[in-house]
Structures are given as C-alpha cells and as structure tokens.
T-cell receptor, first 114, second 111 residues
Framework: NAGVTQTPKFQVLKTGQSMTLQCAQDMNHEYMSWYRQDPGMGLRLIHYSVGAGITDQGEVPNGYNVSRSTTEDFPLRLLSAAPSQTSVYFC?????????????FGPGTRLTVT | LAKTTQPISMDSYEGQEVNITCSHNNIATNDYITWYQQFPSQGPRFIIQGYKTKVTNEVASLFIPADRKSSTLSLPRVSLSDTAVYYCLVASTGTASKLTFGTGTRLQVTL
C-alpha cells in the first residue's frame, strides 16, 4: 500500500497561472479532504468529499475547485493563483466507517506563488 | 463542532511523562475526542481517540473525565523524537472528512 500520494512535492507558480494538485489513495477510502497549512498555523479545510461524485466546501474554498470522479483520486485545482495561496497543501483520506476519525495524510505539496 | 483550547507550547526533558490538556467546553453528546501529531514538513498522524474514561494504545493514553469538557493526552517517557505539534480535535459522526485543526501544542523535548 502506498497510502496517500501527492504530486508534485514542490511547485512555483506566477500570479494568475492555474494548476492541479494531484492526490491519490489506494486504501479504498470513501472520504477524502484537502487542507492548507500556512507557516505556524494549523490546517484549514478547503474541500472534502464523502464519495465519488460528491464534494463539498470546507472552511476556505475560494479560489479552488475539486472533483471526485473515482474513489481513488481527488485533484485540487487552483483557478488563478494568487500570492495568498502560498502554502503547504495536504490531502487526506479516511474510511469514514463507524466511529473512526483516523485520517491518513499525504506528504504535502509546497506551493509558492510569486 | 466544539471549539478546543490547548496550550501553545510545552517543554520537557527526555524520559519524562508529558501531559497535554485540551479544553472543549461545548462538546456534544455524540462527539469524540481525537489527537493528532505533526512533525515539521509532514502531514498530521493520528495518535488516539476516545469518548470517555481512559483509552490507551502503544503510543499514548487519553484521559477523559466524566463531564467530558476536557481531555488529557499523556505521553510516557518522551524522547527527542516526540518533539512535534499535537492537535486536539472534537469530531462527531459524519465529520471524518472535515476535521477542524487548531494551532495545536508545540512540544519541545530536550536532553
């Protein structure tokens, strides 16, 4: 099991550019989420999904789009990058079954917008 | 979801027991308490979760009093490798995909 994988690990964008952060999991988890973490801060939820074809907004969704066409993949798209989106982005997945709140996190993508 | 309050930072010497207390005064009947650990440049890692009384696993113990308005994460005999940020979260059924992370407690372990 590779767990949760994210690509790329690092990315530099110019203001106004768009790009997609990739996230995949091989644990057959229904629940997937995207968080961003700014320096010295906790994680903030961007978007989440409770299953293929179902997505919803989190705490800070503006400027980001998501889709969930398969159980395995949950890409995050930056529509028009802004310096305020400079952050580390984490993808996470969980089974969502029973009373387990164990989320498995990917290694993160460090994004810099200039 | 109930808001949590925990100390910003703590210091400990290697080999000591560390207790990190989290306050969650508005916890609801169906809410669970869960703790995560995060090392620099890594995603958070699940440590433990509980509903009431005491839960223990190979890494830590979680103490929850009867009123459930607080909880204490106990790390026995910490080592330098336990230096990390520890997050206390409150979660309810159906929120597994949208956990709310605060700023956490930064634990520094020294010799």
């Amino acid at each position: 099991n590779a767990g949760v994988t994210q690509t790329p690990k690092f990315q530099v964008l110019k203001t106004g550019q768009s790009m997609t952060l990739q996230c995949a999991q091989d644990m057959n988890h229904e629940y997937m989420s995207w968080y961003r973490q700014d320096p010295g801060m906790g994680l903030r939820l961007i978007h989440y999904s409770v299953g293929a074809g179902i997505t919803d907004q989190g705490e800070v969704p503006n400027g980001y789009n998501v889709s969930r066409s398969t159980t395995e993949d949950f890409p995050l798209r930056l529509l028009s990058a802004a310096p305020s989106q400079t952050s580390v982005y984490f993808c996470a997945s969980s089974s969502g079954q029973g009373d387990s709140w164990e989320q498995y996190f990917g290694p993160g993508t460090r994004l810099t917008v200039t | 979801l109930a808001k949590t309050t925990q100390p910003i930072s703590m210091d400990s010497y290697e080999g000591q027991e560390v207790n990190i207390t989290c306050s969650h005064n508005n916890i609801a009947t169906n809410d669970y308490i869960t703790w995560y650990q995060q090392f620099p440049s890594q995603g958070p890692r699940f440590i433990i979760q509980g509903y009431k009384t005491k839960v223990t696993n190979e890494v830590a113990s979680l103490f929850i009093p009867a009123d459930r308005k607080s909880s204490t994460l106990s790390l026995p005999r910490v080592s330098l490798s336990d230096t990390a940020v520890y997050y206390c979260l409150v979660a309810s059924t159906g929120t597994a995909s949208k956990l709310t992370f605060g700023t956490g407690t930064r634990l520094q372990v020294t010799l």
